[in-house]
């Protein structure tokens, strides 16, 4: 089982708990290009083929492809911290 181009649940964290106000112009480009390269991974990659640890990114982070918000995003956004409006 390979997660191969997948963020690990270390870099999701990492990058949602600076919140956006705080985050470069860089860092937020590169914040949106790695969620939707993770994005695409995760839609192309077979759930069966997917890691345990994966899969449960998957759920905290939303990456279930269905227009969800992710936990993450609910979360910041309840503290204030989201991109919303910005």
Known sequence: MS???RQSMTDKASS???PDS???FTEKV???TKGAAD???????PEGEKSSTQKATDTVSGNSNENQESLVDK???AMGMGGQGQ
């Open 16 to 18: 949602a708990v600076k």
């Open 22 to 24: 705080q985050k470069s």
């Open 75 to 77: 979360a910041k956004n």
């Open 3 to 5: 997660d191969t181009g």
């Open 30 to 32: 590169g914040d949106t």
């Open 39 to 45: 994005s695409v991974a995760s839609t192309l990659q």
